[in-house]
C-alpha cells in the first residue's frame, strides 16, 4: 500500500471509531494512527503500513479489529498485537485522563 492509500484509510477508520468527534470524555476507546516502516508485501515490493493503536484490553481490540476489517475490505490485512514499548503511550495518558473528568 501506498503512503497516500495509507493515509485516505484513516478518515473511514476515524468514522468509525469516532463517528461524533465533539462527543465529551472519554472515548469507547482511545485511539491513534502512524504510519508502519516499510514491510516487504507478499510480492516482494515494500508497502507502508498503516498502524492503529487502540488502548483496550485483548477481547475489546478484536471487536475494534472486526469493525475496522468491515471498513478496509478483505484485501487489506488487520492483525491484533501488543505495541512496542513506548508506542503510543499517549493513548495510556488519554484513558487516565478521560477517566479522571469522568469521575469529577
Known amino acids: 500500500m501506498s ?3 495509507a493515509l485516505a484509510l484513516q478518515e473511514p477508520v476515524k468514522r468509525l471509531l469516532c ?11 482511545p ?10 508485501a507478499d510480492d516482494g515490493i515494500e508497502a507502508t503500513v498503516l498502524v492503529l493503536g487502540v ?8 471487536q475494534v479489529a472486526d469493525q475496522v476489517r ?16 513506548g ?9 487516565r485522563s478521560e477517566r479522571a473528568v469522568r469521575q469529577s
Do not use: I, M
Open 31 to 40: 485511539w491513534s494512527f502512524t504510519l508502519g516502516d516499510n514491510e516487504e
Open 55 to 62: 488502548y483496550a484490553p485483548g477481547r475489546r481490540a478484536a
Open 87 to 95: 508506542q503510543f503511550e499517549e493513548l495510556a495518558e488519554q484513558y
Open 70 to 85: 468491515g471498513v478496509v475490505g478483505k484485501t487489506r490485512r488487520v492483525t491484533v498485537s501488543a505495541a512496542a514499548a
Open 3 to 5: 503512503v497516500q492509500e
Open 19 to 29: 463517528p461524533d468527534p465533539d462527543h465529551g470524555p472519554p472515548c469507547d476507546v
